[in-house]
């Protein structure tokens, strides 16, 4: 119970981050960087991390497994987008040099 405590409490705060979340994913359209051809992927796993934030009427939601699951998605995603960001940034810069 207690588990379910901090994780609903975790969802609600990554709840707040996700419109930033979502235009971050979305700026990246259109953009080349590594693995740029997977773009839509990062789309699909955005749409999978508000899904499983937002599934309170699903009992399995709650279950150790899943609440598990949802948190490794939604970290992934922010460092997966993090890291492209950075990576842009550098390769623009050395443009500039």
Request: charged share 30%; proline share 2%.
């Amino acid at each position: 119970m207690d588990f379910e405590k901090k994780h609903a409490a975790w969802c609600k705060r990554i709840n707040k981050r996700i419109p930033d979340l979502a235009n971050r994913v979305f700026n990246l359209r259109g953009k080349g960087y590594k693995g740029c051809g997977f773009h839509y992927a990062l789309e699909k796993d955005l749409g999978s991390v508000i899904r499983s934030l937002n599934n309170y009427d699903n009992p399995n939601s709650f279950e150790f497994s899943m609440m598990c699951v949802t948190e490794v998605l939604a970290t992934s995603l922010f460092q997966r987008v993090a890291q492209i960001e950075k990576e842009l940034l550098t390769s623009s810069k050395k443009e500039l040099i």
